[in-house]
């Protein structure tokens, strides 16, 4: 079972962050291990610094090898000054703060750092995602984890739009993992739909699939988990424990912070994407947490002048299909199989809910998503995303209306009805 510390509703003081953390990693066998310590981006709110020096002090000197990767997924790599920041040294001096550590990114870009550890079987998967899927999966992820004895995923707990609640083994995949598993867990998530999944508590589908792709890495899976106050350095709690557990304890705490409830839907949202998202990619997490409580007929809009490119990663692929429910790929699947299913899911995600006649061409989408970004307005049109220029918005004005709901700092929090 995970060790928990802290609870909905209190906030931990920092030193007791750091003998908990510092007791869990002396109670169990590290000692001449090799570790290989996962971590989120910047996407994430979290405190990292504070924990890894936790880490790093109860772990240096102790084990054979320290390394600390950046579970980047397909995120863009951190340069060195990103890095800095987000690990809390200046930059090119990691050294003094993290003597003795490697920091990384998952270089999930070149091949050879990828390696296999198995096969999920067609009927496997079919078993995992209750028939809709039944092709095989190769399950690669990267060479520093396999090839580590003790994997340490150090991240928070978030309500989460393809997995229900993020943390633990996503960390692995597809924070570290290679193409496959993250397109099949990915449209997996679609093919449920965003609304139906995110913020379920338990197993659902997704989170059976990449527990499954985890139980083959040989590396030992531990894990701090965190429930982090959105938008703040701030921990609710931490719990430690193998990744399964661990998240477990962690998710079931998440669900009774980042989760805020309506009594009847509204008509119009007010996204105000937080800063720590810089392209449509990640501030598409303004219209997931949103979703479940627009009203049919209703909008989205985000509203983020700061992002002005949809993917630097993914924006070739994403401009070559736009913006649609999944019934629009699922019906004409002949079209699109053969495109990214990554991409095909987050199409979905940000679209929304809808229905698709193939006989006519028709595409009708439950709720209307608007961009206010940096975007132009004929490139997010081109996406089949409606447009409002940034500048015309007044935040306080739509904070007046009684059918608008106005979400600062918006990606993290999930709202849901009642």
Request: hydrophobic share 40%.
């Amino acid at each position: 079972m995970a060790r928990v510390l802290g609870s909905p509703r209190e906030v931990l003081d920092a030193a007791d962050v750091e003998r908990f953390v510092r007791s869990s990693l002396e109670d169990d066998e590290y000692t001449g291990k090799r570790v290989c310590v996962l971590v989120p981006d910047a996407t994430r709110s979290c405190p990292l610094p504070m924990l890894l020096d936790g880490v790093h002090a109860a772990l240096h000197g102790r084990v054979a090898e320290l390394t600390f990767m950046v579970a980047l997924g397909t995120h863009p790599a951190m340069s060195e000054e990103e890095l800095a920041a987000l690990f809390g040294h200046p930059p090119g001096l990691a050294a003094e703060r993290y003597p003795g550590v490697t920091i990384r990114n998952h270089e999930w870009w070149d091949p050879g750092m990828l390696t296999s550890v198995g096969v999920i079987s067609g009927a496997e998967l079919a078993e995992l995602s209750g028939g809709r899927l039944s092709d095989p999966v190769e399950v690669r992820l990267n060479r520093a984890v396999v090839e580590s004895d003790i994997t340490l995923v150090v991240g928070p707990v978030f309500p989460h739009e393809v997995v229900g609640f993020s943390g633990g083994n996503k960390y692995l995949f597809p924070g570290v993992a290679g193409q496959e598993v993250i397109d099949v867990s990915h449209w997996l998530g679609a093919l449920i739909t965003s609304a139906e999944i995110i913020g379920t508590r338990g197993t659902t589908p997704v989170r059976a699939l990449i527990d499954r792709a985890a139980a083959k890495v040989p590396s030992e899976l531990r894990c701090f988990s965190l429930v982090v106050e959105s938008g703040t350095s701030n921990l609710h709690a931490i719990t430690y424990g193998d990744t399964r557990d661990a998240w477990a304890a962690a998710a079931d705490i998440t669900a009774q912070v980042d989760v805020k409830y309506l009594d009847a839907p509204v008509k119009r949202v007010l996204s105000l994407v937080s800063r720590r998202y810089d392209e449509i990619w990640t501030a598409a997490k303004g219209m997931y947490k949103v979703e479940p409580v627009v009203a049919d007929g209703g909008q989205v809009v985000l509203y983020a002048p700061h992002v002005t490119e949809v993917s630097r990663t993914h924006g070739e692929a994403i401009r070559a299909v736009g913006y649609h429910c999944r019934d629009y790929f699922v019906k004409q699947w002949d079209r699109y199989e053969d495109r990214p299913w990554g991409v095909l899911a987050h199409s979905t995600h940000l679209r929304g809910g809808g229905t698709y006649d193939p006989a006519t061409g028709e595409e009708r989408c439950r709720i209307e998503v608007t961009l206010a970004t940096g975007i132009d307005a004929r490139t997010t049109r081109d996406l089949a995303l409606s447009y409002l220029d940034p500048a015309e918005i007044d935040v306080e004005e739509w904070s007046r209306d009684p059918e608008t709901l106005v979400v600062p700092d918006a990606g993290e929090i999930l709202y849901r009805l009642r």
